[in-house]
């Protein structure tokens, strides 16, 4: 029998204030796993070393620029090191800080965005094995592409527009083309845009389908166990998922919904109890807790199962933290300022 209850022990630590945005990544070359936590009240992320057992060593910080909203990690200089990319919604740029490859990093430089960046993703998206950035830009609906030059700078932005109030972006191949596509929730439409990558950086017009009220995280897996991706979407203002799944050719079926606990922000997708079938993992702001929907391998998920937070959780990371081989979750509690892990306890 799959596991039910996959999530078991926790534990809390002090991070900076209000940590809003959460990753991780092996920083120190050393086979464990790390975090990187944004603290928007500090201006700063705050790094934690993993031991390997599901804990970690006190946090180090670096300036990020003014009110970090997010954070990413990815090789943005072609040294095999992971680097940190933050969106700074005051400010209007992203900073990009190059890792030394011993979880220490050089200071950020920034790079310019449209008004209001919310959230970031990393890819290929011209096809020259450089990493590029995709940053949605929330106050004038715009999604802007900054081409990697491989050694941890970037070209000038170039936008394309969005709906209204772009959240959250992903890039994955929707189409089978073998080229990064992008998609985004637009929250005041009501919808996630599609926009097709033409693999020389540039991408079409953006294609939308319906969800729920207020979308504001969007994920992207392959939900049914068809080789086709599917998308998965959380609704702030309806506490719902959206999934709609995808047929292989860049096109989604209409939502199917599913309860949340009130406000859901952040939403990730993986397999927490090991039955080859990808569930998801929800942080509901609203109500301190986070959902999970575990898969049943057809595209349809189970009734939420409900884990308490700290307070106003704010963003979440899976990983295998203990070194068990187990999916493990970190989730951000923005008016704590404070990160709980959850360790996974399936056998």
Request: hydrophobic share 35%; proline share 2%; with cysteine.
């Amino acid at each position: 029998m799959p596991c039910v209850n996959t999530l078991g022990f926790w534990t809390t630590f002090a991070t900076g204030s209000h940590p809003i945005s959460v990753t991780s990544g092996d920083l120190n070359s050393d086979t464990r796993l790390d975090l990187v936590i944004a603290n928007s009240g500090s201006n700063n992320v705050g790094v934690f070393l993993g031991k390997g057992d599901g804990t970690f060593e006190n946090q180090i910080m670096y300036a990020a620029g003014t009110k970090p909203d997010s954070v990413i990690t990815g090789d943005f200089n072609s040294d095999n090191i992971l680097d940190l990319v933050t969106v700074n919604s005051d400010t209007n740029v992203v900073s990009v800080l190059l890792g030394n490859g011993n979880g220490t990093f050089q200071a950020a430089k920034t790079y310019t965005t449209g008004l209001n960046p919310t959230s970031a993703i990393s890819g290929d998206f011209n096809s020259d094995n450089r990493q590029d950035l995709a940053v949605t830009n929330n106050n004038n609906n715009t999604v802007s592409i900054l081409l990697g030059n491989g050694d941890g700078s970037f070209q000038d932005q170039v936008t394309y527009m969005t709906g209204k109030s772009a959240f959250s972006v992903i890039s994955s191949d929707f189409n089978n083309d073998s080229q990064l596509d992008l998609a985004l929730v637009n929250a005041d439409s009501n919808n996630v845009g599609i926009l097709m990558g033409h693999g020389n950086g540039a991408f079409q017009t953006q294609i939308t389908y319906s969800t729920d009220m207020f979308p504001v995280s969007v994920v992207s897996s392959d939900f049914n166990n068809d080789g086709k991706i599917d998308l998965a979407i959380v609704n702030f203002f309806k506490s719902s998922a959206s999934v709609l799944l995808g047929d292989g050719n860049g096109n989604f079926q209409n939502q199917t919904t599913y309860s949340t606990e009130k406000k859901p922000v952040i939403i990730r997708a993986g397999n927490l109890n090991n039955d080859a079938n990808v569930d998801l993992a929800i942080v509901n702001s609203g109500s301190n807790s986070i959902s999970v929907l575990l898969g049943n391998g057809n595209g349809s998920f189970q009734t939420q199962k409900i884990y308490k937070t700290g307070n106003n959780p704010s963003s979440i990371v899976l990983g295998d933290f203990n070194n068990d081989t187990k999916l493990d979750l970190v989730v951000t509690n923005f008016a704590d300022n404070s990160a709980t892990v959850f360790l996974n306890t399936c056998p």
